[in-house]
């Protein structure tokens, strides 16, 4: 009875061990046989962990740290001629045109009395003390009223005009130095209805039969700029030397040249009424020196 029981078990024992072999080798549809907790591992691990790596020292975190930032260095503008200017208004605000209306210069707008400068060291040129200008003439030589020039060191000549009045001293052959006082500014001349400016320009000496050259030949405004905010060192006299070439020393008017009247032929003009005082009048620089040979 036992041994009947014993035989029953093995054979049930070993259908079990045939259908578990089976189903091993086949397994279902889709389904693996294997179970992934006994999958066989097969090459080397790969690491997916991050590793920290030492950790620096004190010493070593601030070498790596950067300094803070200190105040920006400045780095002066370069050197582009070998002379140094001044913007023409000192100790006031001012405006000017940044373009071409009637004639190449500008309208430095500025207040009643503000200081003409000489923008460049320099001699004394011609000077005009007295507003000539009239309305019913508009004469063209008349129309900056007082005025100074300079020749500067760098050949070129410069023209404030619509002064107020002219600084003691100031008189043709007079060394000045950039900065220094040449007059005030005001409205004579055919400003007389605006408001208060300097009539600047820039050109080259010529004599006083030639005020159309004075009145203004090379634009001077991006030299204004520079004086101003930029660079002091930027020189008109390779663009005033330039022009001359192509123009002349005496070239022809050609914009604002005829007065309103004229004196008839064969007439003598009245003679202007001037004061007692023997300055008060244009006058001249008599030197001759060449352009560009300052």
């Given at each position: 009875m036992r041994s009947g029981h014993i035989g029953q078990w093995a054979a049930v024992a070993g259908a079990l061990l045939l259908t578990g072999a089976c189903t091993q080798a086949t397994g279902l549809a889709g389904v693996s046989a294997s179970s992934?907790?006994?999958?066989?591992?097969?090459?080397?691990?790969?690491?997916?962990?991050?590793?920290?790596?030492?950790?620096p020292s004190a010493e070593h975190q601030a070498a790596e740290?950067?300094?803070?930032?200190?105040?920006?260095?400045?780095?002066?503008?370069?050197?582009?001629?070998?002379?140094?200017?001044?913007?023409?208004?000192?100790?006031?605000?001012?405006?000017?045109?940044?373009q071409l209306l009637v004639l190449p210069k500008t309208t430095i707008w500025a207040g009643q009395g503000c200081?003409?400068?000489?923008?460049?060291?320099?001699?004394?040129?011609?000077?005009?003390?007295?507003?000539?200008?009239?309305?019913?003439?508009?004469?063209?030589?008349?129309?900056?009223?007082?005025?100074?020039t300079i020749v500067g060191d760098d050949g070129v000549r410069y023209l404030g005009g619509h002064l107020d009045s002219?600084?003691?001293?100031?008189?043709?052959?007079?060394?000045?130095?950039?900065?220094?006082?040449l007059g005030r500014v005001g409205r004579s001349g055919n400003a007389r209805d605006t408001a208060t400016n300097l009539y600047f320009a820039i050109s080259w000496k010529t004599g006083p039969a030639f005020w159309w050259v004075r009145r203004g030949m090379v634009k001077p405004w991006s030299y204004l700029d520079a004086w101003q905010t930029g660079n002091r060192t930027y020189s008109p006299r390779e663009e005033t030397l330039a022009l001359r070439g192509r123009l002349g020393e005496t070239p022809r008017c050609a914009v604002q040249c005829s007065s309103k009247k004229t004196p008839q032929a064969?007439?003598?003009?009245?003679?202007?009424?001037?004061?007692?005082?023997?300055?008060?009048?244009?006058?001249?620089?008599?030197?001759?020196?060449?352009?560009?040979?300052?």
């Open positions: 992934p907790s006994t999958a066989a591992a097969t090459g080397t691990p790969s690491v997916t962990a991050t590793i920290p790596g030492p950790i740290e950067p300094p803070e930032g200190g105040d920006p260095v400045k780095v002066p503008p370069p050197k582009l001629s070998k002379y140094k200017y001044t913007f023409p208004v000192k100790g006031c605000k001012t405006t000017y045109q940044r200081s003409f400068v000489a923008p460049i060291g320099g001699v004394v040129d011609e000077v005009n003390i007295q507003n000539r200008w009239s309305p019913a003439t508009d004469a063209g030589a008349d129309r900056e009223g007082r005025f100074v002219v600084a003691e001293g100031v008189r043709p052959g007079v060394r000045v130095k950039a900065g220094q006082l064969g007439k003598t003009p009245k003679p202007r009424k001037t004061r007692d005082n023997d300055d008060d009048v244009i006058t001249v620089n008599p030197s001759t020196t060449p352009f560009g040979q300052q």
